[in-house]
Every structure is written in C-alpha cells, then in structure tokens.
C-alpha cells in the first residue's frame, strides 16, 4: 500500500514539474536566425529585429543582450514584458564587406530556455558594389 501512495504522489509531482510556471520567450524567426541575404553598404543600414513574444504567465525580463564582436550592436527591450506581450531585440550590424556570421546571446528569467539564455543568430554577405565607369572602352566581342 505505501508502494502505491509513493509512486502515485511521484507521478503527480512529476506532472507539475513539467507544467513550467514562469515568464517564456518565443522568437519568431525560424531557427533564431535572420538571414540578411547577399547586400551592399550603400543599400542596406544593418538593422534587423528579432521579434519575440512572452508565453509564459509571469513578467519576461530581458537582463542583457551581448554580441560575440563589437561591429555587430543590439539593443534590448528597456522594461518587463508581459504574459502575451511582443516586443523585439534590434541588431546593427556595421556592414563590413565579408560574409556575416554572428551570434547574439540573450539572458532573461524565461524559464523555457536553458539557464535564461537564448542564441540569435544573423548570417548573410556584404559585397562591394561595382562601380561603373561611363568613360571605360568597352571591350569588343570577337566574332562581331
């Protein structure tokens, strides 16, 4: 009889450990990740956004937001987000000519990721744009 008290009162802990109580960070791009595409520093500002939305049923605190280098800037939410609530994460690349490749790390109370921290990630390439010379020859085409 205590055999079966005990495994019934660990089944029904076990179920309330799994129903998390607490603030949830949802991001709503696909894989954490915004690809900038392949763009040019004079047609693009760098900036993107990460959308989020707390699914959880507390307060979401954004506590720090840090990038792995110094030509990539984001900017967190200022306040508490609320249950069911959106805000977003602005990221500034420098647009450095070069393939992009950068991961940014949230840390929050969000109690569905690992430890409060969450990876974003921003991939992409800046290319130069080719300038056109209006005084150039223009090369003739054999056979013409």
Request: proline fraction near 6%; hydrophobic fraction near 35%; charge should be positive.
């Amino acid at each position: 009889m205590k055999k079966i008290l005990f495994v019934i009162s660990f089944i029904c802990f076990g179920f309330i450990g799994f129903g998390q109580v607490g603030p949830k960070i949802e991001f709503m791009a696909k894989d954490n990740t915004i690809d900038y595409g392949t763009i040019t520093k004079e047609s693009d500002s760098g900036i993107r956004s990460f959308e989020f939305k707390n699914t959880g049923d507390a307060p979401l605190i954004i506590t720090n937001v840090q990038s792995t280098c110094g030509c990539t800037v984001p900017t967190k939410p200022k306040g508490p987000i609320l249950p069911g609530q959106t805000d977003k994460i602005d990221v500034k690349y420098n647009m450095n000519p070069g393939p992009i490749r950068k991961t940014i790390t949230v840390e929050s109370n969000a109690v569905n990721v690992t430890d409060g921290m969450t990876a974003l990630k921003i991939k992409g390439e800046v290319i130069v744009k080719q300038e056109v010379n209006l005084l150039e020859k223009k090369k003739a085409v054999p056979g013409q």
